[in-house]
């Protein structure tokens, strides 16, 4: 079992940054994989980076250059550094934990644990 805790978010105006937190705790071979993902109301769970134990990470084309994802593995934390944000990135952020995302770490069917979310509001 992994259990999940997100924190960090808040409102800001576009432009602004936020770091988002994941702790995590329980099974470390299902967290080889860590990613967070985005759900805005109505629109479908949506992968925007990705981690894995060995430090490879992947990013939502949506994202690129603005989103950074890292891991301290002592801290058992995964972050998630948002810069230059947009309204369009307003949504309930989610982190997500699994062995092997089954070789797809953006796709939110990969992953067997998830955490309760925590909210970004990006105004303009």
């Known amino acids: 079992q992994v259990h999940l805790v997100e924190s960090g978010g808040g409102s800001v105006q576009a432009g602004g940054s936020l770091r988002l937190s994941c702790a995590a705790s329980g099974d470390t071979y299902s967290r080889n994989c860590m990613s967070w993902f985005r759900q805005a109301p109505g629109k479908e769970r949506e992968g925007v980076a990705a981690?894995?134990?060995?430090?490879?990470?992947y990013y939502a084309d949506s994202v690129k250059g603005r989103f950074t994802i890292s891991q301290d593995n002592a801290k058992n934390t995964v972050y998630l550094q948002m810069n230059s944000l947009k309204p369009e990135d307003t949504a309930m952020y989610y982190c997500?934990?699994?062995?092997?995302?089954?070789?797809?770490?953006?796709?939110?069917?990969?992953?067997?644990?998830w955490g309760q979310g925590t909210q970004v509001t990006v105004s303009s």
């Open positions: 997500g934990a699994d062995s092997t995302c089954l070789g797809m770490p953006l796709s939110a069917g990969s992953f067997a644990y």
């Open positions: 981690i894995y134990i060995g430090g490879s990470t």
